[in-house]
């Protein structure tokens, strides 16, 4: 069937569905992302059929409009510098074979729009046939143009790297043939090199012209084709570049000068002594990523690559994608790509996730992606595990990364790790590693003990988890003795933009102490120390499975929500801690230690192992029934005292268990290890 015409009259917009509204047509419905105003489409009965993107027209009056619109625009975000007839000399190199149709366009105004005093061009022709070298001798009289010409079709490195050798120039400018520049497009990129001598390449902003009559890029007509090469990790674990593209060209209006990995050579500027430092291209590579691995080889010098966000040219590259790519071509690629990532992909794997961890963006668009196995997530749920994990996951947020939750309970398998997790942090024994499935090679595994340490060392896959973190000092020579592997000291901690002297007591949380934790089975010993019967003293005991204990019916509340303690503890004067078995022997200290201490409210732990090692004695600690009513009485009749000993615990407290604290020191491991 022939390709049929249709107006805006004939198309209607629903929501994000494009609809043809003819009789035989009116059955097939075509997906898009584009917004529609006032183009033409071009739609055959077999595109709809196959969902395949309608060609997008722009007529010459829409085309005009969005041409100037860029160009007067970007003018109005420069900002030239007045530079003088002694400005570095810039070695302005051009590549060209065939494009006499190109050198026309890329030299029109071409003195206008430079706005730079000091350069010479040096053109290296390859065998051209057209009429290139005609039109090159008539403009040599007007600029200082030099034209070489080659007997073959050197590569886009070989005669990189010849013309670099002949030029005269302080700084290369590598300019392709096929680019538009506007206005003042060099004198953006030579402030952003002069800004400091660690400034290894500038690139700047690469835009589509109109690409209407492009099969490949139809509906690229003045997007933002380029503004900079930032890295991603492919289906095959390579970490492999990427162009940075939006469709706003000017997103980045607020960003005039930005780092990047690398920048792309259509439009690359760089100190000549710097290029030969690296030795100039690697003439391995012939016309793909040699760019990437000139820049690289800047940063491995301690050199910054800059994209230039004012320096705008339009890029006519794509007019060469029509015929698209021959194999031959496509198995020179896959080889370079082979090259490349012999070369890089073990440097680039450290710098990658030092990027996000850093959260620089220089080597990466995204931010770092921590995700936490826990048993549930939400409000409501009764495991401490996701509470603890999402405190120090907002702590982790300070850092510009991203957090989410696998869950036991949830409706997806926890082993299917999404390939844009980079940190998978593990808080149950019950997780193994081994089974993990994910695509992302650089997937750091973390396993972070809390309790039931004796647990811990029997997983089958303790040793897969590439860091192991303990919550205490014997918990972790425990782990280090039994298993070999090297464990780091991480408690648990407090957050004190939750937990402080601010929060506001609630009248039926009030007692004088209280106890909060679930019953789940196991031996406690509260069960057997606490007898509130015997001390005249007002007790309220808050959690789950509490209602079959005679001695604690009176005093039973039920179960209270996390975001509820802060409340109750403002509401009391002492809080009871009771250490579970799995943790009290091994030093473990529980949240309720630090959250209690944060809000001015004095503890009482059996934990004695963990207040010696984390309190250095200073927290008080029972033994026996005995020594907890003691206790009890003696804190509740003595306030001075009581609130002199909150004040020393609550401000070491503060100063040093605070889940900031934490994720500063997760942070650092990862680095130190790392680096």
């Not at 030239?80 to 006499?100: C, K, T, V």
């Not at 220089?362 to 999402?390: C, I, M, P, R």
């Not at 600690?621 to 907890?628: G, M, P």
């Amino acid at each position: 069937m022939n390709k049929r015409w249709f107006t805006l009259r004939e198309l209607i917009v629903s929501n994000k569905h494009l609809r043809i509204i003819r009789n035989d047509f009116k059955d097939y419905y075509y997906s898009t992302k584009y917004r529609i105003h006032s183009m033409k489409f071009k739609l055959t009965y077999t595109d709809l059929r196959n969902n395949k993107e309608p060609e997008i027209i722009l007529t010459k009056e829409e085309i005009n409009e969005k041409y100037e619109y860029i160009k007067n625009k970007n003018l109005s975000l420069i900002n030239l510098h007045p530079f003088e007839d002694n400005a570095p000399l810039i070695s302005i190199i051009i590549l060209n074979r065939n494009g006499y149709t190109h050198l026309k366009r890329l030299f029109k105004d071409f003195e206008e729009n430079i706005q730079y005093p000091s350069y010479e061009i040096i053109l290296m022709d390859n065998a051209s046939t057209d009429k290139s070298i005609s039109f090159l001798k008539k403009l040599s009289n007007k600029l200082p143009l030099t034209v070489i010409r080659n007997t073959n079709n050197k590569s886009f490195s070989q005669a990189n790297n010849q013309a670099a050798g002949i030029a005269k120039g302080e700084f290369l400018l590598l300019l392709n043939n096929n680019l538009e520049p506007t206005y003042g497009w060099l004198n953006q990129m030579m402030q952003a090199a002069l800004k400091s001598e660690n400034i290894g390449a500038v690139g700047a902003k690469l835009v589509y012209p109109d690409c209407s009559k492009s099969p490949y890029n139809n509906h690229n007509s003045f997007k933002t084709q380029h503004e900079g090469i930032v890295f991603k990790e492919d289906g095959n674990g390579f970490i492999k570049p990427y162009k940075i593209n939006n469709n706003e060209p000017f997103g980045d209006i607020n960003k005039n000068s930005q780092f990047r990995a690398a920048v792309t050579a259509l439009t690359l500027l760089v100190k000549k002594d710097k290029y030969l430092k690296v030795n100039g291209f690697d003439e391995r590579y012939n016309n793909s990523l040699e760019d990437v691995d000139i820049c690289l080889k800047f940063l491995k010098k301690g050199y910054n690559n800059i994209y230039c966000s004012t320096a705008l040219l339009f890029n006519y590259k794509f007019e060469n994608q029509i015929t698209g790519k021959t194999p031959a071509i496509k198995k020179r690629e896959l080889q370079e790509e082979k090259l490349f990532q012999q070369e890089w992909d073990q440097w680039l794997r450290k710098q990658f996730i030092m990027d996000k961890i850093y959260n620089k963006k220089v080597f990466s668009e995204k931010s770092l992606n921590v995700a936490f196995l826990v048993t549930d997530e939400g409000e409501n749920v009764f495991a401490g595990d996701y509470f603890t994990a999402s405190e120090l996951g907002d702590s982790l947020k300070e850092f510009g990364w991203n957090i989410s939750f696998l869950t036991r309970k949830g409706l997806h398998d926890w082993y299917d790790v999404g390939s844009d997790v980079d940190i998978l942090i593990s808080m149950l024994e019950s997780y193994d590693p081994r089974k993990i499935r994910c695509s992302n090679r650089s997937l750091i595994k973390i396993a972070w003990p809390r309790n039931w340490f004796e647990r811990w060392i029997y997983n089958p896959g303790l040793s897969k988890y590439d860091f192991i973190f303990a919550s205490s000092e014997t918990a972790c020579n425990f782990i280090e003795e039994k298993t070999e592997l090297k464990t780091f000291l991480l408690p648990i901690a407090t957050n004190p933009n939750n937990f402080n002297n601010g929060v506001q007591p609630r009248e039926e949380f009030v007692s004088d102490y209280c106890f909060t934790g679930s019953y789940w089975g196991y031996p406690r010993d509260i069960i057997e120390f606490l007898d509130p019967d015997s001390i005249p003293y007002k007790f309220k005991l808050f959690g789950k499975n509490w209602e079959d204990f005679d001695k604690f019916k009176l005093y039973y509340q039920g179960f209270i929500n996390y975001f509820e303690l802060p409340k109750l503890y403002a509401s009391t004067k002492i809080v009871i801690d009771d250490v579970n078995r799995g943790a009290k022997n091994f030093g473990a200290v529980n949240s309720r230690v630090y959250d209690a201490l944060a809000c001015g409210i004095l503890v009482l732990t059996n934990g004695v192992i963990g207040a010696e090692e984390t309190f250095k004695g200073k927290l008080p600690v029972f033994h026996s029934k005995e020594e907890l009513n003691n206790l009890i009485e003696y804190y509740l009749s003595n306030e001075d005292e009581r609130i002199l000993k909150v004040k020393e615990l609550q401000k070491f407290v503060l100063e040093n268990h605070t889940y900031y604290n934490r994720a500063k020191f997760l942070k650092k491991i990862l680095i130190e290890e790392y680096l």
